[in-house]
C-alpha cells in the first residue's frame, strides 16, 4: 500500500508542528459570551451573562448604586432599541447585579 504524502493530525489533538497550539476549550467562558434579548414594557434589552471568573473590574449597579465588586457574577445590559442605533445602545451598556435587573420596576407615564 502506498504511503500518504498528507500531515497526519496528532493523536491529543491539542498541538502539531503543522497546526499550531490548539487552546483548551472554555465551556463557560463560551456559554457566557453569547447575549440574549429580553423584551420588557420599558423596551427591548440585550443581556450578557458575565460570570465571576470573567469579573476583574469594579461597577455601580444602576438598580441599587452600590458596587459590583471583582469576581462576582452579574448582568451586562444594553438596550436594542436604542433612538440612535445599535452602536449607542451598546457604548451605554450597564452592568447590574442579576437580583436587581430581576425584579426592577417598570415606570408607566
Known amino acids: 500500500m502506498p504511503r500518504s504524502n498528507r500531515p497526519r493530525r496528532p493523536s491529543s489533538g491539542r ?28 423596551g427591548d434589552w440585550m443581556v450578557r451573562t458575565m460570570t465571576a471568573r470573567n469579573a476583574e473590574k469594579e461597577y455601580i ?24 442605533g445599535e452602536a449607542a445602545g451598546l457604548a451605554e451598556r450597564r452592568h447590574w447585579h442579576s437580583n436587581c435587573w430581576n425584579g426592577r420596576n417598570y415606570r408607566y407615564r
Open 61 to 84: 449597579c444602576p438598580g441599587c448604586s452600590t458596587a459590583i465588586l471583582p469576581g462576582i457574577a452579574h448582568l451586562v445590559v444594553w438596550s436594542d432599541d436604542h433612538l440612535f
Open 15 to 42: 498541538s502539531s508542528k503543522y497546526y499550531g497550539d490548539v487552546p483548551d476549550l472554555d465551556l463557560e467562558r463560551a456559554r457566557a459570551g453569547i447575549a440574549r434579548r429580553e423584551s420588557a414594557p420599558d
